[in-house]
Each structure stands twice: as C-alpha cells, then as structure tokens.
C-alpha cells in the first residue's frame, strides 16, 4: 500500500510540473490564430440554457449589447422555470410570439411551448419548452440555431467584447472544430475610474479561492492539454463548436455533466477525422459568477465530480482501449483520473495511518510530502498569476497581500478540502448518479457596459 502511495505521489509531482512547464512554453507563443485577420465574420448563435435566472438575466442582456461583433444570433432557452424567467425575458426584450415550427436535422428535446422573437433587439430569439435539464435545452438551442458556429454559455455568462471576434479568427482555420473559452470570475472584478480591472480586494476569502483556482484551471491546465491535443473539458460556461459536428455526434447526452461529455464526443469525431482539432483559446474570455457560500460550492463540486466519473464509467473501455494511442484517453485515465481522484484517497489514507503510527520514520515521510507537495503547488499558483499577467489579467500591487494570504491558506486549508469534494463527489455517484443542485445567483449588478469599455 505504502508503494503505491509513493508511486501516486510522485505522479502528484511530475503532471504538474510537466502542466507548469507546458503552459509556460505555450504562454509565450503567439498563436496562429491572432496572425490571421478573416475577411468575413462567421455566423455565431450563443445558446443560453435558463432554469430560474431571473436575478441574472439583465446582466446578461446587458453584456451582449456590448459585443463589438455583428454576424451573431442570441438564443435564449427557458428550461420551464418556476420563477420570474420568462416574465424578465418577455419585459427586457420585448417579445413577439413566433408561428411554431420544428427545423430540419432536430435533435431530442423535451416540447416547445412557444417560439418569440425580439422587437427590440436584432437576431434575438426565446425558446420556451418544458423542462429537461441543460443538455435538453442546448439541444433544442442546437436545433432551432441558424449560424455555422455555436456557442454555449452559462446564463451568468458575460462575454469579453472582443471575445466573438477571436473566436472569428480561431474558427478562419477549417480544421479548427471546437474551442474552448477562457472563464474568470465576475467578483474578482473591482470597479475605478478606468473601469473594471482583476482585484482580489473586498471579496469573500471562498471567491479569491476560486479566483486563484480558475487561474490554474485554464492557463496551467486546459493549456498544455489542448497543446497536447488532450482536452477533455471545455467549460460549459463558454464553448464554441461546429454546429454540423454538434448534430454529427448526436448533440448533448442527458447528464448531470454534458460539458465533459460533449467535449469528449468531440474528441472522438476528431480521432476519426484526421486533421480536426479542438483548441483552448485564453485570449477569448467570458466572466461568470462563482458560489459565495460554502454549501453552494459544496453542492457545485460534488456535481462536478459526478459529472467526471459518469464520463469515466461510460467511456471507461474506449480509453482503456485507445489509452496508448490517445492523448485524451491517456490524460483522462492517467492524469485525471490515478493523480486526480485515487491518489486523493490514498494521500488520506496515507497521512492518517502515518500520524497514527507516530514514529520517527513517519514523521519524516510526513514532513517530506508537505515539502514536496507544497513546493509544487506553490510553484502551481505563482506560475498561473505570471501567465494570468501575460495575458493582461494581472494584479496590482494593492492587491499583494490579498495575493499571499490567499495562496498561503490554499495550500494549506483549500486544496485539502477540494479532496474532500473529490472523495465525496466520486463515492457519490455510486450512491446517486443525479443531484443537480443549482447554485444561488447574488442578483448583484456587476455594471457590465464598464467592463466591456475596459477590455475594449
């Protein structure tokens, strides 16, 4: 036992340094992409699946008016809300009910109530269905779209301005299928005199958390994955897809995590398309609210990981299969699965049993993980903030001791209750595969049109 402990633990040190060393390469490349300036905009129709977001959606329409893009379409879908979601979205918009009629190449999705197009807004257009849950509604979102690219979006998602535009750029190359958006966090925004700009001042210590976590989710590990043509994630907060790929694979699969699963379809399609790629583009970036209390975040994570263990379950044997001759299978069983999920239970199994033995010996092993596991996380978190600050999302002076306290109690406090949400979530799933729990919106006004003169 204590072999494959140490054997788990040195993959705990090795995936991040090969991550850290993988984003650092490719933070200081300038993608071929951002080289290429397209002589027309691609049709784009943002899909956003709404259950309950009343308290939300004014931030959202408001975000959209901002764009700085114009061959767009806006696809809102009411998932049979039991609140004031229809009502906000018949007042904001100004709706005019549609004739009812299904499109060609239709996916499966739960009865369409009424079809409305906006008066107020150009290309704006409200599905109201019965409730299925979100695969359901992006489903139906896929079906009724009109543009050749679709984009998937949270409804507390709010788009850069310029994000739709690189997105153009990214999409100009036609082997290009998929991409991934970069996602940071609504709170970890404080208003000046010029506008919005990252802070981690004035948050909750549960945001700047997630703040730092968001950090190191994107640029150290969605980058070099999609470097290595290994990504298994692209956020459902902001994805962009091939709309003939979408209905190729068969749209989205009703779980409670349709952005891994939909994401892995993809994979699989590319596998079989030679010279397809599925891509994570940093500089394309929405912002999207985060849990401001720890049950909520609880609730989240725990979601989370059922989510990653119905997609190992179910595509278990084709990466066992196809594990030697593909990244995705290879990083999904080895570095997500072994480093991510049963090296956290052995890590508690392995620090109870050496605390319980309390001898000289253990102590040692003890003090030598510590070390080793907090020299690399440190290194994990400051190399993120270094990237972050390569893509012009960087911190302040002000913000420094924001900075060191936040990472200081991460280390020591945050990461092991994420382990915590990872053991649970995991042995979960087996015990209830459901249990979407929906995360309470703030209804703060984050001043949006700011934001967007900022990033202008």
């Known amino acids: 036992m204590y072999i494959v402990s140490f054997i788990l633990f040195v993959l705990c040190i090795l995936f991040p340094l090969f991550h850290t060393f993988n984003a650092l390469k490719a933070s200081k490349k ?5 080289e290429v300036t397209p002589d027309k905009e691609v049709g784009m129709s943002i899909l956003i699946p709404c259950y309950n977001e009343a308290s939300i959606l004014s931030t959202t329409i408001q975000g959209m008016k901002q764009l700085h ?12 809300s039991t609140d004031e979601t229809m009502k906000s979205l018949i007042s904001e918009l100004e709706l005019i009910p549609q004739e009812l009629k299904k499109p060609a190449h239709a996916l499966d999705f739960m009865p369409v109530r009424q079809i409305y197009l906006s008066s107020q807004y150009k290309d704006v257009l409200v599905i109201d269905k019965e409730n299925g849950g979100k695969a359901d509604s992006l489903n139906a979102g896929i079906t009724y779209a009109t543009k050749d690219i679709v984009i998937t979006l949270d409804a507390d998602s709010v788009l850069d301005a310029k994000a739709l535009s690189i997105l153009n750029q990214v999409f100009d190359d036609s082997s290009v299928i998929a991409a991934g ?91 079989k398309h030679k010279g397809t790629r599925v891509l994570f ?38 990466f066992i299969k196809s594990m030697v001759t593909n990244r995705v299978s290879f990083f999904f069983l080895v570095d997500s699965f072994l480093v991510g999920v049963v090296s956290s239970y052995f890590t508690g199994f392995f620090l109870i049993s050496l605390i319980v033995s309390i001898s ?64 649970v979530g995991s042995a ?15 209804g703060r006004d984050y001043y949006v049109e700011e934001v967007y003169k900022q990033s202008a």
């Open 30 to 34: 300038i993608p071929s992409y951002l």
């Open 69 to 80: 893009y114009r061959n767009y379409e806006l696809i809102f879908i009411n998932d049979g």
């Open 181 to 271: 958006g970069n996602v940071h966090i609504l709170q970890g925004l404080e208003q000046t005199r010029n506008g919005f700009v990252p802070s981690l001042g004035k948050m909750k210590q549960i945001v700047r958390f997630q703040i730092l976590e968001y950090l190191r989710g994107f640029y150290i590990l969605k980058a070099p994955l999609a470097k290595s043509n290994a990504l298994s994630i692209i956020s459902g907060a902001f994805g962009a897809f091939k709309r003939n790929v979408l209905l190729e694979v068969g749209g989205y699969r009703q779980t409670i995590g349709e952005d891994i699963d939909i994401t892995l379809k993809v994979q699989q399609y590319a596998m």
């Open 281 to 318: 583009v940093p500089e394309a970036i929405c912002f999207t609210e985060v849990p401001e209390s720890w049950k909520d975040l609880y609730n989240q994570r725990i979601r989370w990981q059922k989510a990653f263990m119905d997609c190992f379950v179910l595509y278990f044997i084709t």
């Open 360 to 423: 000289e010996i253990s102590w040692k092993v003890i003090q030598f993980y510590v070390i080793g596991s907090l020299v690399v996380n440190m290194l994990y978190i400051v190399i993120s903030l270094i990237i972050s600050n390569q893509y012009g999302f960087g911190y302040s002076k002000r913000n420094l001791f924001a900075i060191i306290s936040t990472i200081f109690l991460d280390l020591f406090i945050f990461r092991f209750i994420n382990l915590f949400y990872i053991m």
């Open 428 to 442: 979960a799933y087996f015990v209830n595969k459901e249990g979407w729990n929906k995360v309470a919106r703030t």
